[in-house]
């Protein structure tokens, strides 16, 4: 059973932004530029919203480490034709809403199937573990070498693990024609 209600399938997606008090929306292609874009944008419109500083802070960190997923991950991949010194761009969702006082980020992209097991695990792992023992393990991992096949310093998921005040939600699809599945979480600030 899913820890996401079902309202996370693809097809819903757009109406599901729009039953919420929503912050923030972006589906398209995701490259540095954009982010940077989106960011200012998302920090005007949190700090429209009243949110307190640690609140602004944990957010705006959230939704850069969710951006940056999809830019390293998403398997909907964009490159421009003989540009390959240009960043490629890939394809996601990202939105940010608020309810009843709460804030939620949400993303989605597909991502390969055979990655899918491994990022079960470990955000799982992360669902299991007290407050204390993410920033023990964020620590950690600060000291440790980057994972080979990290895109990043593998800090992605413990950063909003630590920032959220829930666990981390997540759904994946299942596997299409294509070999991938899409990939949903949902942070709560």
């Known amino acids: 059973m899913s820890v996401i209600e079902r309202e996370w399938e693809w097809a819903d997606f757009y109406s599901y932004v729009e ?16 982010i940077a874009a989106m960011a200012d944008a998302v920090k005007l419109r949190v700090e429209h919203t009243g949110a307190v500083a ?4 944990k957010l705006f960190s959230s939704f850069i480490e969710m951006a940056q997923n999809i830019l390293h991950y998403s398997s909907d991949l964009h490159e421009k034709e003989g540009q390959a010194t240009e960043p490629s761009m890939r ?12 804030y939620y980020l949400h993303c989605a992209n597909p991502v390969r199937s055979e990655i899918v097991e491994s990022l079960r695990e470990k955000l799982a792992h992360l669902r299991s ?7 023990s393990e964020y620590k950690e991992m600060l000291r440790a070498e980057t994972p080979p096949d990290s895109k990043g310093a593998g800090l992605g998921f413990l950063t909003m693990a630590r920032d ?13 024609a294509d070999d991938t599945s899409m990939f949903y979480l949902r942070a709560t600030i």
């Open 91 to 102: 394809h996601g969702a990202v939105f940010i809403s608020l309810t009843e006082g709460r």
């Open 54 to 57: 640690q609140t602004r802070r």
């Open 19 to 34: 039953r919420r008090d929503v912050i923030f929306y972006y589906v398209g292609y995701f490259s540095q530029t954009i």
């Open 129 to 135: 573990l007290t407050i204390d023992e993410i920033k």
């Open 164 to 176: 959220a005040s829930a666990p981390l939600d997540f759904e994946f699809s299942p596997a299409a």
